[in-house]
């Protein structure tokens, strides 16, 4: 009984280790710790180096509202494993004042964290990601 009951332990914890169960269960961004933003084309994965060559698409100002729309979109939590990033997916890079940044797709996010990617398990809702995303493209 013990050896089952221990089984049942070590499965139920690989299972919800390899979902975002345990991981953040929103995206939020703090402006205050927000350095820059853009707006960027995934143009190539540098092997080795764990990082994105990219095309800057719009450099973002007002870094103010924007946050705070982004904040504002609804999402939810992927509960399977996480989605990879992809060559040509736009997305919204954020570079935080300490050297992190996020990379934020609606179906795939990339955090990297103290030189340390981890993937995102959100689900943002892609008309309104969308229409973020272009409202500050359009503005070039």
Not at 18 to 31: A, L, N
Not at 39 to 64: C, F, M, N, P, W
Request: proline content about 1%; charged content about 25%.
């Amino acid at each position: 009984m013990k050896r089952i009951l221990l089984l049942l332990c070590v499965v139920s914890v690989l299972f919800c280790c390899s979902c975002g169960f345990f991981g953040r269960q929103t995206y939020v961004c703090d402006v205050e710790m927000v350095d820059s933003i853009q707006i960027v084309r995934l143009d190539k994965y540098v092997e080795g180096e764990y990082r994105y060559e990219y095309t800057v698409l719009a450099q973002i100002s007002d870094h103010e509202t924007f946050v705070s729309r982004l904040n504002e979109l609804d999402h939810s939590v992927n509960w399977g494993d996480p989605r990879q990033m992809d060559i040509n997916y736009i997305v919204i890079r954020i570079d935080y004042s300490n050297g992190d940044f996020d990379l934020i797709h609606p179906d795939a996010q990339c955090f990297n964290s103290s030189g340390t990617n981890q993937y995102g398990f959100f689900f943002f809702d892609d008309e309104q990601f969308n229409s973020l995303i272009s409202d500050y493209i359009n503005e070039k």
